[in-house]
């Protein structure tokens, strides 16, 4: 199969690249320079701590090693999906009632960042509100509600169950048992969100350099940030490489995955198709372990997104899995044609929750969202940004949440989380 290209230099083939509104590239670093903090990564969460900084009056220089939004949070499926990849009940039981009770009260708050600074700097991205979690069982219908229940125990009175009957009303399947809206969610050309916020950071007087890649970080009080051909002394040093930080820091980048997924968009659909496939226009996604992701295009085009990659390898066939669930969800799409297919990676950690934590007393860093990264990392851009500035009751919540390296080590923790997931995957498919 033939796609288009983007003619985006150094990003991914993607629809997101070919449609950016910005495609200035930035210099890179070439000399010796300082900050009051300097960020290594331009993805959501080194920008979104990079413009919280910048309006608290910081001096920030971001450092990224390709382009802006080179990673997941140029990749993604463009949704606004609330909360963490495991659920409040879970952390719960796993860290305790009070953890749970703090975590959910940060819960709604990545998507409302992203509105805000939406609506406060004009950032064109085609954000659109609500979003749908489509249920293929029972079982699946019955959990949701469970967890309808401990969203609204934690304030979220955003959301609604939905019948089999009413499913139409969002997207135009026969493959769903019933769902959820969440009214709250939304979906968004991630790329421009983050090359936006990047703009709005640059009016503040903050520094982004891409092409520079990090090699070596200096822990000492006054740390420096050194690449190939410049360095950066800053006061403190924040680390947002996430799947893409090897080999820098493998005592970060150890405790996660990397892990791969695949997006594809249709060719632009007739405007009278695409309203009936998804008359809301809300994004979709099942419940299912290894899940599919789907919404409209603002040219009309379908957005469809799936498959997984343990360790980060991209598939032979980037639409050899995404593109039969689709015709399973559309099957009148048969004869549409594929314009852009792509994959990317984001890191996910054992306990599938974010990780954060101190290098130094000078050098923070975040990672790991495990999936959920649209609005994560902008809540926790926001959380490191507050941590440097000498609030750091929210990031010492997330820190003290313990982070478990992967059982069998680099050798063995591909094949042993694949196992996992064809667990998990046999289970949906068999209903249980």
């Known amino acids: 199969m033939v796609f288009k290209t983007s003619d985006n230099p150094r990003h991914a083939n993607s629809w997101y690249a070919a449609s950016a509104g910005d495609r200035k590239v930035r210099p890179a670093l070439d000399g010796e320079i300082s900050a009051d903090v300097c960020v290594i990564g331009a993805g959501f969460t080194g920008i979104s701590a990079a413009l919280e900084l910048a309006e608290r009056g910081y001096s920030v220089v971001v450092l990224e090693a390709e382009r802006i939004g080179f990673g997941a949070s140029g990749r993604n499926g463009g949704q606004i999906v609330n909360g963490y990849s495991r659920d409040l009940e879970t952390i719960a039981r796993r860290y305790g009632q009070e953890k749970a009770i703090e975590l959910g009260k940060m819960s709604l708050e990545g998507g409302e960042i992203i509105r805000t600074r939406v ?25 949701m509600e469970v967890h309808k229940d401990q969203w609204e125990k934690h304030g979220h009175a955003g959301l609604e169950m939905v019948a089999k009957r009413d499913v139409g009303k969002y997207v135009k399947t026969d493959r769903y048992a019933g769902g959820m809206i969440d009214k709250l969610g939304g979906h968004i050309h991630p790329l421009n969100l983050v090359l936006g916020e990047a703009a709005a950071l640059e009016n503040l007087g903050g520094r982004i350099f891409e092409g520079s890649r990090v090699v ?38 150890g405790r996660m995955m990397p892990v791969s997924s695949q997006v594809m968009t249709t060719e632009p659909l007739d405007p009278a198709l695409i309203e009936t496939l998804l008359p809301a226009n809300y994004c979709v996604e099942d419940a299912n372990y290894i899940l599919d992701y789907y919404r409209r295009t603002s040219d ?37 044609n594929i314009d852009y297919a792509w994959s990317g990676n984001f890191a996910l950690t054992l306990t599938r929750i974010p990780h954060m934590g101190r290098l ?15 609005t994560t990392t902008h809540l926790l851009g926001k959380i490191l940004g507050e941590a440097v500035a000498g609030h750091a009751e929210r990031f010492d919540i997330w820190a003290s949440l313990p982070n478990l390296p992967f ?19 046999l289970r949906d498919k068999l209903g249980l």
């Open 216 to 253: 070596d970080l200096d822990l000492s009080e006054t740390p420096v940030v050194r690449t190939a051909k410049g360095s950066v002394r800053a006061s403190y040093v924040l680390v947002c490489g996430n799947a893409y930080l090897a080999p820098l820091l493998p005592e970060v980048h």
């Open 300 to 336: 009309n085009r379908l957005l469809y997104g799936g498959g997984i990659g343990y360790g980060g390898h991209d598939p032979k066939d980037l639409t050899g899995i995404i593109r039969p669930n689709m015709l399973k969800t559309f099957p009148q799409l048969k004869n549409v």
């Open 119 to 143: 609506t406060k700097y004009g950032i064109d991205c085609d954000l659109v509100h609500g979003g749908f979690f489509a249920a293929f069982t029972e079982k699946q219908i019955r959990e």
């Open 360 to 374: 130094s007393d000078k050098v923070y860093f975040s990672h790991g969202d495990s999936g959920h990264g649209v």
């Open 407 to 425: 059982p069998g080590g680099k050798t063995l923790r591909v094949p042993l989380t694949v196992l996992g997931a064809w667990w998990y995957g």
